[in-house]
């Protein structure tokens, strides 16, 4: 049974750093794809991007200049880095396996992150 | 990269049919038949519903298909039940390499 969890702080500061890790269980992490994918209140769904194992990224190009992404294989975990936030990157945020550039199979059941001072 | 088009809103009595569409363009809906749909109950995580435009996961219910049309992407549920009741989201690869939602369609059941 594939599982994912977030876990990281639910209150970030204006212009601080968004850390997020997602711990997957009943798979090796070092197979398939693995995403962050968030959704504002009240509004819709938002791919961030996609880690494989191997260290090997695809961002959002809208994000791309504040994304990072990270995978600890011995953890089987893998992270976000969301920098120089605002009030607008106040979201629900979900990890998911992805299947490359195709379709989310398993996720998590989101992390509220609120951005406020 | 614009988000795909899909109506705000359908709703349907239980035991109707009702379709979702997902418009997009020939470089993201038009260019792959890489669309899939996720039924999102209000408080929970978005979950597969079809993907490959048609292909339904083991343990989705078969009264949910999907199709496409040039740049249109649909789901169709049918004999609409109340626990259909939820927000459907497209999602399609495009030509830039990612991957884009549609911006939900409310279902309710009348």
């Known amino acids: 049974q594939v599982q994912l969890q977030e876990s990281g702080p639910g209150l970030v500061k204006p212009a601080e750093t968004l850390s997020l890790t997602c711990t997957v269980s009943?798979?090796?992490?070092?197979?398939?794809?693995w995403s962050w994918i968030r959704q504002p209140p009240g509004k819709g769904l938002e791919w961030i991007g996609y880690?494989?194992?191997?260290?090997?990224?695809n961002y959002n190009p809208s994000l791309k200049s504040r994304v990072s992404m990270s995978v600890d294989t011995s953890k089987n975990q893998f992270s976000l880095h969301l920098t120089s936030v605002t009030t607008a990157d106040t979201a629900v945020y979900y990890c998911?396996?992805?299947?490359?550039?195709?379709?989310?199979?398993?996720w998590g059941q989101g992390t509220q992150v609120t951005v406020s001072s | 990269q614009s988000a795909l088009t899909q109506p705000a809103s359908v709703s349907g009595s239980p035991g109707q049919s009702i379709t979702i569409s997902c418009t997009g363009t020939?470089?993201?809906?038009?260019?792959?038949?890489?669309v899939s749909w996720y039924q999102q109950h209000p408080g929970k995580p978005p979950k597969l519903m079809i993907y490959?435009?048609?292909k339904r996961p083991s343990g989705v219910s078969d009264r949910f298909s999907g199709s496409k049309s040039g740049n249109t992407a649909s789901l169709t549920i049918s004999g609409l039940q109340p626990e259909d009741e939820a927000d459907y989201y497209c999602?399609?690869?495009?030509?830039?390499?990612?991957?884009?939602f549609g911006g939900g369609t409310k279902v309710t059941v009348l």
């Open positions: 999602c399609s690869y495009a030509l830039s390499n990612i991957l884009i």
């Open positions: 880690v494989y194992y191997s260290g090997s990224t």
């Open positions: 020939s470089s993201d809906v038009g260019s792959h038949d890489l």
């Open positions: 998911a396996r992805e299947r490359t550039l195709d379709y989310f199979d398993y």
């Open positions: 490959e435009v048609a």
């Open positions: 009943g798979v090796s992490i070092s197979t398939y794809y």
